[in-house]
């Protein structure tokens, strides 16, 4: 009787216990708590001896998502608590509060790896409840992600076979969670890429990009593509895991960045050597790609505008597989349409790759009627700096094969003297064979704009000049 | 009296003295004095001036004479035929040698016999020989006069005839030398002419040669150059550049991408298609559970619900609804399974999507008709691998310490003549016989070929035993040539 007195009263302790603590999280929850929290020293009541028990790890874990950086001292205690204690509440909370402590920088994170947080969340990969795999798997994912010393320690703990094994499991946000943890891991180095090969990552990762997840298909495809980014080897490894054409369901995806991750994937893979590039073409990726680019808006676009590129610069039959493709409109209409810069450079980049082989690949961009934007966008003075010297160096290498002179002579107009000597050289070029040419050149007052050029004499551009003018009879000249 | 050699300036006063020692001894001590001043005078300068004034000296024209009579007295040259200024041919007694041994033949020439002689021969019985002798006498006192002045014209003659004689005799000489140059210099002339002609030719021959040998190299050259033209023209057009190959691919590529976007239009499509269904199922479902939900609004006989109003024409979906469904009991709501989202959850796909992307392009036409099948730097490493011996074979089995030892020995060895070890002791030595090497080894003895003499003679095949004769004669003139003098005095 006296018995169950006593541990009546204990439970009732336990219970004002509990309930005083989610009291404390709940408000902890909302941001403008937190500085009456701390001076009202609710640190100590919590924490206190015996450490953090029940919803204590949430207070904590609250209290420093929003950016409060202060003590990473209770993360002692939670390492060492998450070995410990049985309850797989408090591991998930536990693993939640290094989450949020590790993911602000990488000096907080580092303080996380040093108090010996890594061994005991990988012994938390290893539980049988997924929500702790998932915490678990989150905590790694957000220490990894901040430089490559970081990534070291997390491989070196051992967490990448069991992050592989939690790909497998079936619960969605665990595959999710354990893919992103992967991409973090693979992004840093090559090494790291590799240990994240070696583990038997790749045929996973390439088997879940047919799943209807939304989600899930961008961490994969994010983290085939870190994989595939570091070398050759890497990306054929990729490749070799069948992941065309399936892939390129995923650019016709309705999710923005389920196309954007898909087309970066590509684009890694391109990037490295003709071979894949001839590859990737025969599988039908670049017209996926250009779909993809004509359907999209904004950043979302510009890993597929720089996978035409790669893939145009390799050679110049690829280039022509692009030209064949229908690849130039759309390039076209994004250099023309986009406000962002670095997407009107990436555009200018690539149409630059496409046109510089051949007079015939020449033509085919400036058919397109896409020199003279090309031209004022280099004279824009509100320009960034990438801007000009993509489009300038894009002009160059097109104006320097280019013998469609239809589309040249526009450009006389008000072109800057270093490119004016390529268009001028190009008519010189072409003009002392083509009669034809020569007659439209006159009547469509081309000869008159050539003399009004001012040219230092014994410069190229005079050179230019008096090539031109000695196709035609002195009088026409005059 | 006159024991001294004669020193060839000092000859003619000898001469002369020796010439007075017979019968005119007294006058002839006498006279040395004047003549002998008289020839010293003229010693002098020809002293002095030694021998250069003098063309070739007259020591040879007096050793010419030398081998008959050194010792003997000489005469006196007799008086020149021409030239001389005292010329008589009074003849003189008193000659100063009788029975004297014959001059030589050469001298015999230059004078006519001698008056003495003549007379001598002349002579006859001894009446005659008294009034001879008295005319003999008379002459005497003349004599003396005589002879000097005999003496004194040759004197003076000699000097010219003898610059005279050197003279023509070293123009001779000169003559005779150049025409041996000069004929010399025809027969090199000769000689070098067919030789160089030779030669030439012989270069010509080697300089027709290599241009031969250059014209054929260029008209190869040129073919092979043609036919590699061709080739790399055929190669490069069908297995590198093949044009119509790349527009067989680019034309399948435009083929393959049509079916990719058709195909990729149809799984979007698709896809649509679920995101709809899968919308309106969820709405129904909505619908259902709130006509379970409401199913008291279900119009009765007597009380129309609200969905079936009388003024309508007909009952509203939402009765029809509501009469279909069952009503509800409050169960729990089903756990929602955690494979809902699997993979092949889809209402109405019920196959995968799959990709066929028609046939696989052709390709490029890049089949290269050899090669290796591994990659090219891959080989070439493996090919020309460097050695790299590990540290044990590196190192040889031998210490170095045997191995500079056994070198040594090598070099001993090779350094040996024979091999047969040198015993100190004579005994061992005793009985050896010597053998010879094979340079000097025959069959008895020596050989003397190849030590004495290099040129092999073979008699047996000779034709005759006799040498070779002459058949033309030699020129006369060049006979004597190196010849005339001692050896001593040769120059040419």
Partial sequence: MSQRQVLQVFEQYQRARTQFVQAVAELSARPQNAESLRSAGTWGAVGGRGGLWGPGPQFVGNFFTDGNQEAAAPCDHLGLGVAVKNCRFYKKAAAFVLRAVGKHSPQLAQAVVQCGALESLVICLEDFDPGVKEAAAWALGYIARHNSELSQAVVDAGAVPLLVLCIQEPEIALKRIAASTLSDISKHSPELAQTVVDAGAIAHLAQMILNPDAKLKRQVLSALSQIAKHSVDLAELVVEAEIFPVVLTCLKDSDEYVKKNGATLIREIAKHTPELSQFIVNAGGVAAVIDCIGSCRGTVRLPGIMMLGYVAAHSENLSMAVIVSKGIPPLCTCLVEEQEDHIKAAAAWALGQIGRHTPEHARAVAVANVLPTLLSMYMDTHSSEDLQLKTKRALKNILQKCTYLPALEPLLQDAPPNIMKHIVGQFSKVLPHDSKARRLFVTTGGLKKVQEIKAEPGSLLQEYINTINNCFPEEIVR | MNPAPPSPGRSPGRLRRSAHTGPGAGGGRA???????????????????????????????????????????????????????????????????????????????????????????????????????????????????????????????????????????????????????????????????????????????????????????????????????????????????NYYALKKYLEAVSVNNEIVRNELQEYAEMNENERKKKDQEKKEKEKKYQARKMHYLLSTEQIAGIYNSPFRKSPDPMELLLRQSKPLSHRQQQVKSPFTDELYDWPTCKRPPTFHAGEPLPPIGRQKPQGPFCDTAEVLRQRYKPLEPTLRVAASIDSPLGKARAEMKREEWRNHIHDNEFLPFSSYHKNEKYDPSIHRSGKYGQETYGIKHFREVQPNKWVTGKDFQTVSPSIVLFEKFGKTYSRCGQIV
């Fill in chain 2, 31 to 241: 006279a040395p004095q004047a003549p002998a001043g008289r020839a010293r005078k003229r010693l002098g300068p020809r002293q002095e001036g030694g021998r250069h004034h003098l063309s070739p000296s007259p020591a040879p024209r007096r050793q010419h004479r030398a081998p008959s009579s050194l010792t003997a007295p000489r005469r006196l040259p007799g008086p020149s035929p021409r030239g001389c200024r005292c010329r008589t041919r009074s003849p003189r007694g008193a000659g100063p040698s009788r029975g004297r041994p014959g001059l030589p033949a050469g001298g015999a020439g230059w004078y006519g016999p001698l008056p003495w002689r003549r007379r001598r021969r002349a002579g006859g019985g001894s009446g005659g020989s008294m009034a001879a002798l008295a005319r003999l006498r008379a002459r005497l006192p003349a004599l003396r006069e005589e002879c000097f002045r005999r003496n004194r014209c040759v004197d003076e003659d000699r000097k010219i005839k003898y610059k005279a004689a050197v003279k023509i005799q070293s123009w001779f000489r000169g003559c005779r030398v150049r025409a041996y140059l000069r004929h010399l210099n025809k027969m090199v002339i000769c000689i070098q002419k067919r030789w160089r002609g030779y030669q030439s030719r012989r270069y010509f021959r080697k300089i027709v040669k290599t241009a031969y040998f250059i014209m054929k190299m260029n008209f190869y050259n040129e073919m092979a150059v043609r036919i590699q033209k061709r080739w790399r023209g055929y190669y490069v057009r069908k297995y590198i550049h």
